[in-house]
């Protein structure tokens, strides 16, 4: 995504299977090929992970999202 992935928009290269269109591939970027999975950022279900995902979209989006939203979103996976 040559402008970088919006928060809330799936990547354009996950598959119908939730899987990377680039995987092993050169041009995937740095940034995926680099990140390390951990049990705090997968949880035990699908919506624990997409959940953690949201709250890290928060916390780091432009001013327009406040830090209480993002708060909230954490509060929520943790509940
Ligand atoms: S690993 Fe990166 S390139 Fe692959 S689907 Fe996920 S965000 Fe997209």
Do not use: F, N, W
Not at 17 to 25: K, P
């Amino acid at each position: 995504m040559p402008q970088g992935k919006p928060a809330g928009v799936a990547c354009l290269h996950l598959t119908s299977r939730y899987a990377c269109g680039l995987y092993e591939h050169p041009q995937r970027p740095r940034c995926c090929g680099g990140l390390q999975p951990s049990r705090e950022m997968c949880g035990d279900t699908r919506e624990e992970a997409l959940a953690y995902l949201d709250a890290l979209e928060l916390a780091t989006a432009p001013h327009t999202i406040t830090g209480a939203r993002a708060a909230r979103a954490v509060t929520r996976r943790a509940g």
